[in-house]
């Protein structure tokens, strides 16, 4: 079985600790790899080195550190399918959608070979006679990113390239479910021409978490994952003096008016519940059509849609929709939250919980999985199923499917299925919700815009990637300068001989 390894200073090095956490395929529930679980101690020796390093890549000129960047980008795109099959192979995404995976964190990467000009600082010559005012952002030191299983590229991409592009060192501890794909990033990114040291990977769990929430070297804390953990992470974070974001889980509401286009409202549903068995934290997982008419209409449009899905494992060819869920335990939480659903009164269209694949009886997939008259009380409503489970609740008004949305405690993204741009504009303006598609199912900003959550979505100031990502990777410093007479007033400007 493979071992695989930290990624610290340049090199691969075998974890010391004894404790591991196995890797699965979830298409056949195979064991295929185990991952160290990092000491504190091995956690603190790594951060250490980190801040050895970063002194030389802060003091690099941002246009050199910008040049490291345009390789990687390059680099990435020339291994686009070996990494795609990283991330397949552990994740059990599509290969198209691994790919997208990649290309979403790759184009983070070409923001950031613009770096220098976010960097620059703001002035101003008249704070007052001869006063200068001016402002720099300086990188923070050694900062850590803590990301999940869902997306094993994009998000380690979302950290590590705007936080190495401001100047500063990257402690990455990925998903220990899919940790592949960031060791091959963080060695594509020296092949890239990054100095050793400046991205350490450290692979681990609660126990390596806590100990970079706790090292007083790492200035702060890029987090995505579960909202409970996101919260935790924030609060420890915070008290121990650090910058964090922490980005956590979702709940995401379409809204489809009756004068929307509805096949193209049942598309985007499918698409958007479905694609990667549901495990995207953007993923529309509650329809709310208004009106009993539209709510009808959507369901017989969604029905054979949703027959029609090819699920399997990635092997099988680029025509199959999704694959398996990522565990085990994830698969028999989703199984068990269908049954609640039952149980709680609400109406299953269709039933993914005995979904099996002939020759893959031991993978963890569920089949996709419709419920109407869902109500707000239920489980499968309240809590983030993360699977391919799509609820619909229906409203009677434009009102109440707004109300339900604002009112649901996850605010990640949201959408509105309209032909009224007047509709749009009102939900756009008034729902409590960070990303708002209109007509859009899965409104992931393009990465020179930021991406974050409201409400349980995201703890902390300031959104992941774009501009802000530079600010929460900086510090600002601000200058006010007055120089008192020189040397023009009082200096001799004869030139005399020596004395
Ligand atoms: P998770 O919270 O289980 O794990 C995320 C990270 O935290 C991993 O690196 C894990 O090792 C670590 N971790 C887990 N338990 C911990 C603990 N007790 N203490 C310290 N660290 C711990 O999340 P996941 O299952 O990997 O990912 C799925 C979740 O992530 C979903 O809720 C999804 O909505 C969310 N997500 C959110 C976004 C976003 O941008 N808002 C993006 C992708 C995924």
Wanted: proline residues 5%; aromatic residues 8%; charged residues 20%.
């Amino acid at each position: 079985m493979q071992e695989l390894k930290h990624y610290i200073d340049g090199v691969a090095v075998a974890g010391t600790s004894g404790r591991f956490s196995d890797v699965y395929n979830p298409a056949t529930g195979e064991v295929q790899a185990r991952v160290p679980l990092a000491t504190p101690a091995e956690v603190d020796a790594i951060v250490a080195k980190a801040a050895e390093a970063q002194k030389g890549w802060a003091a690099t000129n941002p246009q050199r550190r910008a040049r490291v960047m345009m390789k990687f980008g390059q680099l990435i795109n020339e291994h686009m399918d070996e990494l795609a099959e990283l991330i397949s192979r552990e994740h059990g995404k599509t290969l198209p959608d691994a790919r997208g995976d990649v290309q979403r964190g790759l184009e983070v990467v070409e923001v950031c070979m613009g770096a220098p000009s976010m960097l620059k600082g703001e002035f101003m010559d008249s704070g007052g006679p001869g006063i200068d005012l001016y402002s720099m952002r300086q990188p923070l030191g050694v900062v850590a990113g803590i990301t999940p299983f869902n997306f094993p590229a994009m998000i380690p991409l979302w950290k590590m390239a705007p936080a190495i592009a401001c100047g500063n060192a990257m402690v990455l501890k990925p998903s220990e479910r899919t940790p592949s794909c960031a060791i091959r990033l963080a060695e594509l990114f020296v092949e890239a021409g990054l100095p050793a040291g400046i991205l350490q990977v450290v692979h681990g769990d609660k126990e390596a978490v806590d100990a970079l929430l706790d090292n007083d070297t790492i200035q702060a804390v890029g987090f995505v994952g579960s909202t409970p953990i996101a919260q935790y992470i924030y609060g420890r974070a915070a008290t121990n003096g650090k910058r964090a974001q922490c980005f956590g889980g979702a709940k995401n509401h379409m809204i489809i008016m009756p004068d929307a286009d509805m096949d193209k409202a049942a598309d985007a549903l499918v698409g958007s519940g479905f694609g990667a068995a549901g495990e995207r934290c953007m993923a529309i997982s509650v329809a709310v059509p208004v009106g009993k008419e539209t709510a009808d209409i959507l369901i017989e449009k969604l029905i054979p849609r949703i027959e029609k899905l090819k699920v399997g494992p990635y092997t099988a060819g680029e025509d199959v929709d999704y694959g398996p869920v990522i565990t085990a335990a994830s698969k028999d939480k989703i199984n068990g939250l269908i049954t609640s659903g039952v149980e709680q009164g609400a109406t299953l269209v269709t039933d993914g919980r005995n979904f099996s694949l002939q020759g893959y009886e031991d993978g963890y997939f569920v089949g996709p999985t419709l419920f109407d008259n869902v109500t707000a009380d239920m489980e499968i409503y309240k809590q983030e199923i993360f699977g391919p489970v799509l609820s619909q609740v229906r409203a009677e008004t434009y009102e109440e499917a707004l109300k339900l949305t604002m009112d649901n405690e996850y605010g990640n993204g949201t959408s509105i299925f309209t032909a009224d741009g007047d509709t749009a504009r009102d939900f756009a303006s008034r729902v409590n919700v960070g990303m708002v598609g209109i007509n859009f199912p899965i409104p992931v900003p393009l990465s020179y815009f930021s991406f974050g959550g409201w409400k349980k979505s995201a703890f902390g100031d300031l959104n992941q990637y774009g501009p802000d990502a530079f600010k929460f990777y900086t510090k600002t410093k601000t200058v006010t300068a007055r120089w008192f007479s020189g040397i023009k007033e009082g200096g001799e400007f004869n030139f005399k001989a020596m004395e």
